[in-house]
T-cell receptor
Framework: GENVEQHPSTLSVQEGDSAVIKCTYS??????FPWYKQELGKGPQLIID?????GEKKDQRIAVTLNKTAKHFSLHITETQPEDSAVYFC????????????FGAGTTVTVRA | KAGVTQTPRYLIKTRGQQVTLSCSPI?????VSWYQQTPGQGLQFLFE???????NKGNFPGRFSGRQFSNSRSEMNVSTLELGDSALYLC?????????????FGPGTRLTVL
């Protein structure tokens, strides 16, 4: 099955700086890569996703890049704000139409004011 | 529109007991997925239901089962509880269970097995 590795496990950044989280996956058939944000006491929330036919996608301060050859994808958060503090998960699935996601272990992001 | 709701939010059971967790998806959503979240194993897929049929299943023992009703509400059951079943159980719904639809997670049910 799919194996997703995520780094770093914790990340502390100064407010206004950028944060980068990297993930690698093992199954070359994977073609959908979502990113989730989980705040304390809540379920994960989808923040951005990318498909294998796209190399980069941006939504305001958040961007995701995908390198299918190297089998890795990254989340970039620019101009970080205190409300960006949360646990972030990357995920992948090799099935085009199924939400059978394999998740990374998560990155705890702390934005220092 | 109301979000995904899960009941109960917290549950304490003892080894050997069985437990049933409930999930009400967003109105109109037909796909419901279940995930187990633990500090050691992270988020792991349990199973997914669409129109009362299980479409996908993760690598969990047969003690974990689920079902979906005609109104799309779903339940998952864990029999013969073990200490290792202590986890946050998350339910997620999407309109059609396809990746062009956003998947919305509920707040989870925290299960503690003593």
């Amino acid at each position: 099955g799919e194996n997703v590795e995520q780094h770093p496990s914790t990340l502390s950044v100064q407010e206004g700086d950028s944060a980068v989280i990297k993930c690698t996956y093992s199954d070359s058939a994977s073609n959908y890569f979502p990113w989730y944000k989980q705040e304390l006491g809540k379920g994960p929330q989808l923040i951005i996703d990318i498909r294998s036919n796209v190399g980069e996608k941006k939504d305001q301060r958040i961007a995701v890049t995908l390198n299918k050859t190297a089998k890795h994808f990254s989340l970039h958060i620019t101009e970080t704000q205190p409300e960006d503090s949360a646990v972030y998960f990357c995920a992948a699935t090799p099935r085009s139409n199924d939400y059978k996601l394999s998740f990374g272990a998560g990155t705890t992001v702390t934005v220092r004011a | 529109k109301a979000g995904v709701t899960q009941t109960p939010r917290y549950l304490i059971k003892t080894r050997g007991q069985q437990v049933t967790l409930s999930c009400s998806p967003i109105s109109g959503h037909r796909s419901v997925s279940w995930y187990q979240q633990t500090p050691g194993q992270g988020l792991q897929f349990l199973f997914e239901y669409f129109s009362e049929t299980q479409r996908n299943k993760g690598n969990f023992p047969g003690r974990f089962s689920g079902r979906q009703f005609s109104n799309s509400r779903s339940e998952m059951n864990v029999s013969t509880l073990e200490l290792g079943d202590s986890a946050l159980y998350l339910c997620a719904s999407s309109a059609r269970g396809v990746l062009t639809d956003t998947q919305y997670f509920g707040p989870g049910t925290r299960l503690t097995v003593l």
